[in-house]
Structure formats: structure tokens, C-alpha cells
């Protein structure tokens, strides 16, 4: 069975960190392309940022150099840094399979929440 289970999320003061972890279970872990993407009330859910089985990350723009993605084991992590009202949102894992994009799983979200 395959999860994806997100950690690490919170209510956090404009300017402050947080990091999301992901862990991921009953995949093979290098087979797949991981991401993180949001959902925020009223809004559809967009992309984060991806980081593929080879360490290759993207990024949206309003994140960049912001936050950063990694991956270890069967982790993912978002390091999130000098955080903004606008970052609240759910936040969700995602798994791809390598050379089969109709492949894909998510987790079921960790709640963030940017306000003074």
C-alpha cells in the first residue's frame, strides 16, 4: 500500500521557517519524481516545487529562493524560509513514476498558516 505522509506543517509569524516532511512507503523511492504543491482556500492546487529521482529541482517563481527541496531515503523535504501571508495554504506531497505519469500519488496535506 502506498503512502505519503506529511509532517511538519503549522501556524508560523510572517518572515519565520518552517520545513515539511514528506515520508513515503510502498514505492520504490528512486523510481520516482517528488514534488510539493498547495491549495489554498478558493484556490486550485499549484506546484511548488518538483525534485527528480536524479536531484534535479524546479521551483515556482513566487517561491525561489525561498524555499528548498530535498530528498533522502525515503524523504522528501520543503525548507521553507522568510515565509508570507500569501504561503498559507495546504500543503501536499506528490510522487510521480518515472516514465509513467498517469502514476502519481499524493498524501493527504499538512496545513500551513502564515499570520501575525
Known amino acids: 500500500q502506498v503512502q505519503l505522509v506529511e509532517s511538519g506543517g503549522g501556524l508560523v509569524q510572517p518572515g519565520g521557517s518552517l520545513r515539511l516532511s514528506c515520508a513515503a512507503s510502498g514505492i520504490s523511492f528512486v523510481l520516482y519524481n517528488m514534488g510539493w504543491y498547495r491549495q489554498a482556500p478558493g484556490k486550485q492546487r499549484e506546484l511548488v516545487a518538483t525534485?527528480?529521482?536524479?536531484?534535479n529541482t524546479n521551483y515556482a517563481d513566487s517561491v525561489k529562493g525561498r524555499f528548498t527541496i530535498s530528498r533522502d531515503n525515503s524523504y522528501v523535504l520543503l525548507q521553507m524560509n522568510s515565509l508570507k501571508s500569501e504561503d498559507t495554504a495546504v500543503y501536499y506531497c506528490?510522487?510521480?513514476?518515472?516514465?509513467?505519469?498517469?502514476?502519481?500519488?499524493w498524501g493527504q496535506g499538512t496545513q500551513v498558516t502564515v499570520s501575525s
Open positions: 506528490n510522487a510521480v513514476r518515472v516514465g509513467m505519469p498517469w502514476l502519481r500519488y
Open positions: 525534485i527528480t529521482s536524479g536531484g
